[in-house]
C-alpha cells in the first residue's frame, strides 16, 4: 500500500522560510519520480517542483531560486525547502509520488500517482 504522509507546513511571516517533508512508504523512492504541486483556494493546482528517478530537478519558472526540492534516500522521504515566502505563496502543498512522467514533460503538471493529504502554507505580509 503506497502511503505519502506531508508534514512542515504552518503559518509565517512574509520573507520567511518553511520546509516541508513528504514521508513515502510502499515505494522505494529513488525508483519512482517524486515531485511538489500547491493549490490555493480559487485557483488549479500547480506544479511547485518535481525531482526525477536520476536526480534531475524541476521547478516552477516562478519559484527558481526559492524552493529547493531533495530527497533523503535512506529515510524514503521528499523535501520542499522554500524561502523567502510571499502571501501568494499561501496554498496547500501536496506530494505526488509515481506521477505520469511523459505527460509532466510535455505540461509541467502532475497527474497520476499518489498523492498525499496535503499541509497548508500560510504567508501573511
Known amino acids: 500500500q503506497v502511503q505519502l504522509v506531508e508534514s512542515g507546513g504552518g503559518s509565517v511571516q512574509a520573507g520567511g522560510s518553511l520546509r516541508l517533508s513528504c514521508a513515502l512508504s510502499?515505494?522505494?523512492?529513488?525508483?519512482?519520480?517524486m515531485g511538489w504541486s500547491r493549490q490555493a483556494p480559487g485557483k488549479e493546482r500547480e506544479m511547485v517542483a518535481a525531482?526525477?528517478?536520476?536526480?534531475?530537478?524541476y521547478y516552477a519558472d516562478s519559484l527558481k531560486g526559492r524552493f529547493t526540492i531533495s530527497q533523503d534516500n535512506a529515510k524514503n522521504t521528499l523535501y520542499l525547502q522554500m524561502n523567502s515566502l510571499k502571501p501568494e505563496d499561501t496554498a496547500m502543498y501536496y506530494c505526488?509520488?509515481?506521477?505520469?512522467?511523459?505527460?509532466?514533460?510535455?505540461?509541467?503538471?502532475?497527474?497520476?500517482?499518489?498523492w498525499g493529504q496535503g499541509t497548508q502554507v500560510t504567508v501573511s505580509s
Open positions: 505526488a509520488a509515481d506521477f505520469a512522467w511523459d505527460s509532466f514533460i510535455r505540461t509541467r503538471r502532475l497527474t497520476g500517482g499518489y
Open positions: 510502499g515505494y522505494t523512492i529513488s525508483s519512482v519520480p
Open positions: 525531482i526525477s528517478i536520476n536526480g534531475g530537478t
